[in-house]
């Protein structure tokens, strides 16, 4: 453990740490994506996928090894008892800082199937890791404004369609789907903006996980839906670093998903969007009061 050190030094040993983890997986990650490239064989690809998520959890073991050397880190983690590496799962959770990957990739590696994150199309020109999540068949979402769709209405559901032909991919070997239902992490100045009703979270966007239930309802049966705690404030990229994540509680409760809102047509079933957008506001309200009890924080 170096968190004796001063927390510059800690940041920048971490930082180096992680930079050389990176390069070092992503290098082998990329052997991987030229040999699903040169052969277009359905068994060849997926046996390289499998290649790919093996040397990915490996990145993501050392990304826990150099946490564990400069944090000093009170994790606090419920409800990963009876998961399985065999079984497909919808992973959702609350979002608050550039840790909470972090957070998620430490909790659940080796565990359960690979989290594959839904992303920001600009993400793909991350130098280095960008074309690393190409190549684990991250899906890459480009979203329009209301603007653009104003003026281009061919545009309107194109984000949608790319969930559909990305989950078509995900059928062939066992995976997690990670989505943030909020978009985007939550910041004061986002939440006021939103009018989130509130406390903890913004407002959840159901058409993603809409779309993969849809698409891959015969896979999916079970949602695990995380709650990431940060009792001494939620940590920037460079606390991180610096080793001040004090302390994490991180609660996984695995929920059944109900059979009508698997295999449905989020996007042109009108009745059933609305039924499941109901679903999905509950599941947000029943997290903020959690969030409340967790935080200590006292209803008016």
């Known amino acids: 453990m170096l968190n004796f050190l001063p927390a510059p030094v800690i940041g920048g040993l971490a930082s180096i740490a992680i930079f050389f983890n990176t390069l070092f997986w992503c290098l082998l990650l990329y052997v991987a994506a030229i040999a699903k490239l040169l052969v277009p064989l359905k068994a060849w690809r997926t046996q390289w996928t499998r290649a790919a998520i093996w040397l990915a959890e490996a990145w993501i073991s050392g990304n826990s090894a150099w946490m564990w050397l400069t944090q000093r880190t009170d994790w606090r983690v419920s409800g990963l008892e009876g998961l399985t590496n065999d079984e497909w799962y919808l992973v959702i959770s609350n979002h608050q800082s550039w840790v909470d990957i972090f957070v998620l990739q430490h909790v659940f590696n080796k565990k359960i199937p690979f989290l594959k994150f839904f992303l920001k199309q600009e993400l793909i020109w991350v130098p280095v890791i960008g074309l690393a999540w190409w190549a684990l068949d991250f899906p890459f979402m480009k979203r329009y404004s209301k603007q653009q769709i104003a003026r281009n209405p061919a545009l309107r559901g194109k984000d949608l369609e790319t969930t559909r032909k990305m989950c078509e991919r995900f059928k062939t070997t066992p995976v997690s789907v990670m ?92 009745p059933f969007r609305e039924a499941f957008q109901a679903w999905v506001r509950d599941l947000w309200q029943e997290k903020d009061q959690l969030l409340n009890e967790r935080l200590g924080v006292v209803e008016r």
């Open 179 to 270: 989505n943030f239902l909020e978009g985007t992490r939550i910041t004061p100045a986002k939440h006021q903006k939103q009018q989130s009703p509130h406390r903890h979270l913004l407002k959840p966007r159901a058409g993603g996980i809409g779309f993969v239930l849809g698409a891959m309802g015969d896979q999916i049966d079970s949602m695990l839906d995380v709650t990431i705690v940060y009792p001494q404030g939620i940590p920037d990229a460079w606390a991180f670093l610096r080793g001040e994540l004090k302390e994490v509680e991180v609660i996984i409760q695995k929920r059944p998903i109900p059979p009508q809102y698997r295999n449905q047509d989020y996007q042109n079933d009108e």
